[in-house]
């Protein structure tokens, strides 16, 4: 059976994860075990030397406790639970469990966890959700960001060439603005509008000229932002939104 020192072999790099990364490892580990092999589905299996493999002895302990702790995870997640009646430890992989196949589905999986689909405006969600989930987070943050600016330039009747921090002002001005709430105080009125624009020219515009590194967290932070905005947006008309 696969080790887990075959898949990692410096203990450091094991060390130095976090329980959900190492539970994609793990998860390989548990979904690998062939039909005529011995099942690893047991805390004290998981962690026995035929999972863990050669490793030097200073390390092992050390490596025992951060597999037990991707175990537990795995566990809190729902993605192995302990077998109906059995009293002795033995788990199975469940429902959840069965449609990941490798640290790469589970990565997909963590991240369609942080990222709560169901809060997000359906365009957004439709527009980044395949590339979040791969891990393209700068696609995932352009797509949004582009949705919003489509959503801003149709409902306020604009034209193709209007885009970006300028069609924002445009859109949200405070006086003349057609996606402006003229019933809205007016420095309530200015600060949407510096907050559309801002947004606009600080995730949209530079994802669409360059390639931009983000970590997961910080595209879910921009990515919501920009579905509550395209949310005001749809409450935005000509004719609703502007006094005559």
């Not at 700068?138 to 060439?161: C, H, M, P, Y």
């Not at 949209?204 to 395209?230: C, D, F, Q």
């Amino acid at each position: 059976m696969t080790t887990l020192a075959e898949l990692i072999p410096n203990p450091d790099t094991v060390l130095a994860l976090e329980p959900e990364e190492l539970a994609g490892v793990a998860f390989e580990l548990l979904s690998s075990t062939g039909p005529n092999e011995p099942s690893r589905l047991h805390p004290s299996s998981f962690t026995s030397i035929q999972t863990i493999g050669d490793y030097p002895k200073n390390k092992k302990e050390a490596i025992e406790y951060a597999l037990s702790e991707s175990w537990q995870w795995l566990c809190q997640e729902g993605l192995i639970a302990p077998r109906a009646g059995d009293k002795t430890g033995w788990h199975f992989i469940t429902r959840r469990g069965k449609k990941i196949k490798n640290r790469e589905g589970l990565s997909a999986y963590r991240n369609s966890v942080i990222l709560p689909q169901k809060l997000l405006h359906p365009a957004i969600a439709k527009a980044c959700w395949s590339a979040f989930l791969r891990g393209d987070y700068d696609t995932a943050v352009f797509q949004t960001f582009k949705e919003l600016e489509v959503a801003i330039r149709e409902t306020g009747n604009f034209k193709s060439d209007d885009y970006g921090v300028d069609l924002a002002r445009k859109a949200f001005h405070e006086s003349t603005g057609p996606l402006s709430d003229q019933s809205m105080p007016i420095s309530e009125r200015q600060a949407l509008s510096h907050l559309v624009a801002g947004a606009l020219g600080s995730y949209k515009n530079p994802h669409s000229h360059r390639k931009v590194k983000l970590s997961a967290e910080e595209a879910v932070e921009m990515i919501i932002l920009g579905s509550h905005l395209l949310k005001i947006v749809d409450t935005r008309t000509n004719s609703g939104s502007r006094k005559p």
